[in-house]
Nanobody, 115 residues
Framework: QVQLVESGGGLVQPGGSLRLSCAASGSIFSVRGMGWYRQAPGNERELVASVISGGSTNYADSVKDRFIISSDNAKNTVDLQMNSLKPEDTAVYYC?????????WGQGTQVTVSS
């Protein structure tokens, strides 16, 4: 059994910052990668950022140079530092972990960027 718990969402003004965190617990092994997706109303879920075992990262073009993904293997956490937030970043953000080819998902956390 694997559980993912997200935290850090909320309301922020344009240009502000938020840090999302996702903590994994349970049978954490064969970690292949982890990351964050988001889904805005009426849109499909899209990849925001990911990190694979070994440390390589990948970002959506829309968040490059603004968002930073980081992971702590000892603590089983993956964070997403979001800077220079824009209204179009408003969405529910979901973390995921790929363990041995099986994906596990968090419950989602709302991020709203509005003045």
């Amino acid at each position: 059994q694997v559980q993912l718990v997200e935290s850090g969402g909320g309301l922020v003004q344009p240009g502000g910052s938020l840090r999302l965190s996702c903590a994994a617990s349970g049978s954490i092994f064969s970690v292949r990668g982890m990351g964050w997706y988001r889904q805005a109303p009426g849109n499909e879920r899209e990849l925001v950022a990911s990190v694979i075992s070994g440390g390589s990262t990948n970002y959506a073009d829309s968040v490059k140079d603004r968002f930073i993904i980081s992971s702590d293997n000892a603590k089983n956490t993956v964070d997403l530092q979001m800077n220079s937030l824009k209204p179009e970043d408003t969405a529910v953000y979901y973390c995921y972990w790929n363990l041995g080819g099986v994906e596990y998902w968090g419950q989602g956390t709302q991020v709203t960027v509005s003045s």
